[in-house]
């Protein structure tokens, strides 16, 4: 503003100037000619340079401001600097939203903005997945145009956000979305959308083993305590013979709980990320002691083999794991095996890797149980496993232990004709005897 006074004065300064002379050289009106021409040299360079300005102002946002001459200078340079500090704003506002809009992208979490109106104002390529949007096509519309769930646009009209939505989700099938609502300015909202499809299995399967152990120990324990119920009653007059058998089938129910309780602590071993221990199993010594103990069940029920293609060499792995899993395979042919039939162990190691296989003769698997044989208390016949001492989750231990030794399990099986399980490591796991020995 002094700049402006200082210019005034100065033209009143020059008026009175060309007065003055005029007055000294005899004539006022020379004096006031000469002021009004020189007013008017001033007003035509005024609007010369309000042209330039103007121009300026019509041109691209980039071109530089003309230089401007008198106090047009001074105020052009004055603007010049305003404009250069704006631009940098506007650079470094550029670059901050280039990032947030990165950040945006790489989010893993659904984010849409709603105007007051539900309008939806920006999204990121997730919420564009999840909703089924198109972020070019859709932002102006009102999204519950676009998304026409009775429970979603329930949920957002509620305006009570407190819980989350879970929902089916609107393009993908199978999968779930919770969704999240925020109300944040001036009445805008903020949807969140993250797929838990994966988290809901999760919760499942928890509920559903939760239920399942609940339901094995139940029954054991039933048994034992009506026994033991009607031992505390009729012990005196009990015949002797009949209390041992009660408390002999009482034991029996307690083995079995015991077994699944072992059974459990295992899978839950496997389950922790401990490191698994890398040992040379020598596979002459693990196949023999499998053979044993296989024999033992069978308790000579059925003939049991085991045959070798050359020497059996080693695996690297955790000897305690291999063992269970191994057992757990060939327990089964024996369980599943009626009496007088044939169970083959075989061991041979093709194209460098060790294989593994049982083969029974027994009552067969029909093949649409086959992909589930390896979840927690699958059995395709409840009673059978009970019978024969079965927990249900031998191949749920079986599956745990060879996927720690990267090991791959195949089954063929046919109804009233028997089953082979095959089990393939890997040829990073498989010494040859060579090596093995050195080992
Ligand atoms: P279980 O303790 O019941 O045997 P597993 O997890 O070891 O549990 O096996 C799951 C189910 O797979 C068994 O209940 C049985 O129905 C079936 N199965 C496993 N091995 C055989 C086999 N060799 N022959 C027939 N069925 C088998």
New binding site residues.
Partial sequence: MREFWYRVLLRVVLVGACVLTGLIAGSIVFGLALAVGVLLAGSLRDQYEIGRFDHWLNSTVDTALPDGAGQWEFLFAKLARRERNARHLREDLRSRLERMREASRAMPDGTLIMSRDEVIEWLNPMAEQHLGLDGQRDIGSPLLNLLRQPEFANYLQSGDYADPLSMPSPRQPGRTLQIRVVAFGDEQKLLLSRDITQLEKLETMRRDFVANVSHEMKTPLTVIHGFLETLEDALPELPHEQALSFIAMAQQQSVRMQRLVEDLLTLSALETDAPMSEEAVDMRNLLDIVMIETRALSGGRHEVLLELDGPPGALTGCARDLRSALG??A???V???PDGGRVRLGWTVVDGCGVFS?E?N????DAQ?IPR??E???????G???E???????????KHVLERHQATLNVV?EPGK??C?TVRFPARRTLRQAQAVAA
């Fill in positions: 757990n395979l327990s089964n042919a369980r599943y095996t049982v029974d027994g009552i067969g698997i149980h044989l390896t927690r208390f699958y059995r395709v016949d409840r059978r496993s009970r024969t001492g079965g927990t249900g989750l031998g191949l749920a231990i079986v099986s028997g089953s399980f």
